[in-house]
């Protein structure tokens, strides 16, 4: 079992940046594809980004975000970051990260096997 706990999150305007964490604990991160996923109201979760936790892993992005947001992992902390830079209204969403274990990536709701609870992000125009 894998727990996932996200943070970082808030309101900030047009232009800002936030860093999203996505701690990780019972089992290390090393063995799991870690996905980020965000959902507005009104419309179907969509994922975002995705890296394998560990340090010699490629990351996958979603092409319309590619450029502005960027994941990372930090495998001593067990924790994935997203780092989202020149955030705009259409970015406002719960992020939410999830854990796929097994080879390979996926973009896929229904591959992942543990879910976190969701951070909102809100950016003002």
């Known amino acids: 079992q894998v727990q996932l706990v996200e943070s970082g999150g808030g309101l900030v305007q047009t232009g800002a940046s936030l860093r999203l964490s996505c701690a990780a604990s019972g089992r290390p991160l090393s063995n799991y594809l870690v996905g980020w996923f965000r959902q507005s109201p009104g419309k179907e979760r969509e994922w975002v980004a995705a890296i394998r936790g560990n340090p010699e892993s490629g990351a996958y992005y979603a092409d319309s975000l590619k450029g502005r947001f960027t994941v990372s992992v930090d495998y001593l902390k067990n924790t994935v970051f997203l780092q989202m830079n020149n955030l705009k209204p259409e970015d406002t969403a719960v992020y939410i990260c999830?854990?796929?274990?097994?080879?390979?990536?996926?973009?896929?709701?229904?591959?992942?096997?543990?879910w976190g609870r969701g951070t909102q992000v809100t950016v003002s125009s």
């Open positions: 999830a854990a796929r274990s097994g080879e390979g990536w996926s973009d896929a709701e229904n591959q992942y096997d543990y």
